[in-house]
């Protein structure tokens, strides 16, 4: 049996019936790659010295993930077979929405707080991922796959 990406399917690594703790780790997984392939991608261009200032890499590195971990998850995190048109606004917007939360939530640790810094970045991202997860799940994919 050859396996093409077309073959690699939640059924094919064993996922049939997933639960919503498979769901949060295949979200984490993706999310936790992109993050990874961000900061080498966003260091290593840095590290040339382009010209092009910093912030201005790490920003499109970032927006460089935006479809491709869009994708990731609609089809494994959540099997949504919400139309584009619906599911793509929304994550878009939930992104938007979860950027304000990281920042009140970096503003309450680590200003209201005074949580210390490597603390206060998993609590930041850990309660943003959460959210963001749920309402990924509960609004922007709604509409669950058959099967």
């Known amino acids: 049996?050859?396996?093409?990406?077309?073959?690699?399917?939640?059924?094919?690594?064993?996922?049939?019936?997933?639960?919503?703790?498979?769901?949060?780790?295949?979200?984490?997984?993706?999310?936790?790659?992109?993050?990874?392939?961000?900061?080498?991608?966003?260091?290593?261009?840095?590290?040339?010295?382009?010209?092009?200032?910093?912030w201005l890499i790490s920003t499109l590195w970032y927006a460089a993930f935006i479809g491709p971990v869009y994708l990731a998850h609609r089809h494994y995190s959540f099997r949504s077979s919400a139309p584009h048109k619906q599911a793509l606004p929304r994550y878009i917007?939930?992104?938007?929405?979860?950027?304000?939360?990281?920042?009140?939530?970096?503003?309450?640790?680590?200003?209201?707080?005074?949580v210390p810094s490597l603390a206060g970045a998993i609590l930041v991202i850990g309660l943003t991922s959460g959210v963001n997860f749920a309402v990924l799940r509960l609004w922007a994919f709604a509409r669950r796959a058959e099967g």
């Open 1 to 54: 049996m050859t396996v093409s990406p077309r073959t690699l399917t939640r059924e094919s690594i064993g996922l049939r019936q997933a639960s919503i703790v498979t769901d949060l780790l295949i979200f984490g997984m993706i999310g936790g790659l992109a993050a990874l392939l961000h900061v080498a991608g966003s260091a290593m261009m840095i590290g040339l010295r382009t010209g092009v200032p910093d």
């Open 93 to 114: 917007l939930t992104q938007i929405f979860g950027l304000a939360l990281a920042a009140l939530f970096s503003f309450i640790a680590h200003g209201v707080l005074a």
